[in-house]
């Protein structure tokens, strides 16, 4: 699943007009660079959730027929935040565990090592497997700790700390997750981590590659300008 049902406030005007995972960045709008690393992985069913401006992602993907994919569409009338868009979503994944990634995201990360985690959370070790990058300066204070492979919520300073790291917007999840949140209804994600990580049902791993979070006008553009000089070079 990729989520692209976010208003992208930060990125006004740019989003006033255009869905924010609709933003280019070397030559392709954040999206297609997911449907392209997913279809590279393996992963042939995608569905994707919107809101704001969602017609313009349908007609600029269709029924992903052209990159390789089927695509499927969750409408939000308006946005219902992770949970909710995922609990929604639910009858069209129809799947027990699958991966999401935020659809304003960029980043490198091969979806084909999520096959693992896949697989130890459909024997029901697992509620979640999320993956965790270095804070970015606009995120110092991190998210979660990793320990050998386990996500807790270990209450490490709230300043810059080496132990805390960034949750990237990259999870595999287990339906279990999301028994007790109501499809059509607005609900976040962090709660029902935390939860599963009290329990002790969350696994983790450190990505050490290009990860971007294009939440502000600024970062797209010097995105956008890593990427095409990368590819004149």
Do not use: C
């Given at each position: 699943m990729i989520l692209a049902?976010?208003?992208?406030?930060?990125?006004?005007?740019?989003t006033d007009h255009t869905p924010k995972p609709l933003l280019a960045v070397g030559g392709r709008p954040l999206i297609?660079?997911?449907?392209?690393?997913l279809r590279a992985a393996g992963f042939a069913h995608i569905v994707i959730n919107h809101a704001h401006l969602g017609q313009q992602i349908e007609h600029a993907l269709g029924n992903g027929a052209a990159f390789g994919v089927s695509?499927?569409?969750?409408?939000?009338?308006?946005?219902?935040?992770?949970?909710?868009?995922?609990a929604t979503a639910l009858p069209l994944i129809g799947v027990d565990v699958f991966p999401v990634v935020n659809g304003d995201i960029y980043c490198e990360y091969d979806f084909a090592r999520l096959a693992e985690p896949l697989a130890r959370l459909a024997a029901g070790h697992d509620q979640a497997h999320l993956v965790?990058?270095?804070?970015?300066?606009?995120?110092?204070?991190?998210?979660?700790?990793?320990?050998?492979?386990?996500?807790?919520?270990?209450d490490a300073?709230?300043?810059?700390?080496?132990?805390?790291?960034?949750?990237?917007?990259?999870?595999?999840?287990?339906?279990?997750?999301?028994?007790?949140?109501?499809?059509?209804?607005?609900?976040?994600?962090?709660?029902?981590?935390?939860?599963?990580?009290?329990?002790?049902?969350?696994?983790?791993?450190?990505?050490?590659?290009?990860?971007?979070?294009?939440?502000?006008?600024?970062?797209?553009?010097a995105l956008d300008?890593?990427?095409?000089?990368?590819?004149?070079a």
């Open positions: 049902a976010g208003r992208g406030e930060r990125m006004r005007p740019l297609v660079w997911h449907v392209e690393r695509i499927e569409y969750s409408r939000e009338v308006s946005a219902l935040e992770t949970a909710g868009g995922i965790l990058v270095d804070n970015p300066p606009h995120h110092p204070n991190g998210d979660f700790v990793l320990d050998g492979g386990r996500v807790t919520n270990a300073p709230l300043t810059p700390h080496p132990a805390r790291l960034t949750f990237s917007g990259i999870g595999v999840y287990h339906r279990a997750l999301f028994a007790r949140t109501p499809a059509g209804e607005k609900a976040p994600l962090a709660p029902l981590l935390r939860l599963a990580i009290d329990a002790g049902r969350v696994s983790g791993e450190r990505f050490g590659g290009r990860w971007v979070d294009v939440g502000t006008p600024a970062r797209l553009a300008e890593e990427l095409r000089q990368e590819h004149a």
